[in-house]
């Protein structure tokens, strides 16, 4: 298990920064551009400030998106919005790199929209998968990651790219990668900070198989399945190994 645990959010944030750049550098040496799929969320927001003093070629980098809230790009709930503002209107990054999930259209549109964007940039054949360079994704304090919130039927799909789905709790439509998109990155990182998450964190680690009703163990299969980072607040119920 790759975890690397830090006494502060904003270090643990900023250590998966440049462990995201480190992956990126990677990327490109193989193949001149690589791909960036982000989360939203509060936790983020230190990770998005420290890449840009990271110093990436932004104009053979193609920002995506994990999930985004059906809201506007300016709506305060909007992934797309946390990310320009901390990140993207600071960097050179040309607009054509950030394929971002029109979320202003109705849900169904807006999968299907989003779903064309990542087919005609991958290049997909039939029942092909992205391979995205680097996912970054989060975990909510119920397990969720992306969209896919625990009891989800969604969890289960293995064929499908995106997704609009309600999320009840939330009382809110989403736009989410489905688990294939997830299963087939090359690189998956998760950024997992705060008190909230510790009891769930321990269930995604340490706990039963079930991703069902823990939706943040899904994961690329091969080992490392993904590097987490971590605060002493979110690993303090991890049993040491
Ligand atoms: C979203 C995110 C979501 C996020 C988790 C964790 O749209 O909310 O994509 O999956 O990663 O909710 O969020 P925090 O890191 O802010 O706790």
Same mark, same amino acid.
């Given at each position: ?32 551009? #690589? ?5 939203? &969320?509060?936790? /983020?927001?230190?990770?998005? %400030?420290? @890449?840009?003093?990271? !110093? ?74 992205? #391979? ?5 994704? &989060?975990?909510? /304090?119920?397990?969720?990651? %992306?969209? @896919?919130?625990?009891? !989800? ?89």
């Amino acid at each position: 298990m790759n975890l690397h645990s830090y006494p502060d959010p904003v270090v643990a944030a900023e250590a998966c920064a440049g462990y995201i750049a480190t992956k990126l550098a990677e990327a490109l040496a193989v193949r001149g551009y #690589a791909t960036l799929a982000i989360s939203g &969320g509060n936790s /983020p927001k230190p990770m998005f %400030a420290r @890449l840009i003093s990271a !110093e990436l070629p932004w104009d053979r980098l193609h920002v995506f998106w994990v999930d985004e809230r059906a809201v506007s790009p300016d709506d305060p709930e909007s992934n797309y919005r946390l990310a320009n503002e901390t990140l993207l209107s600071k960097v050179p990054i040309p607009a054509t790199n950030v394929h971002r999930i029109r979320a202003e259209l109705v849900p169904e549109e807006a999968a299907r929209d989003y779903e064309r964007e990542i087919r005609g940039f991958f290049r997909l054949a039939h029942g092909q998968m992205p #391979a995205f360079d680097v996912m970054h994704r &989060g975990m909510g /304090p119920d397990a969720h990651t %992306a969209s @896919l919130f625990p009891g !989800e039927s969604l969890i289960e799909d293995r064929a499908g790219l995106v997704a609009a789905v309600y999320v009840e709790k939330k009382q809110q439509w989403r736009v989410t990668l489905l688990p294939g998109p997830l299963l087939a990155a090359r690189d998956t990182v998760m950024l997992v900070t705060g008190g909230d998450k510790a009891e769930p964190l321990r269930a995604v680690l340490q706990g039963p198989v079930d991703p069902v009703h823990f939706p943040a163990q899904l994961m690329p299969q091969g080992e490392p399945t993904a590097a987490w980072f971590l605060d002493e607040a979110a690993a303090r119920l991890l049993a040491k190994a």
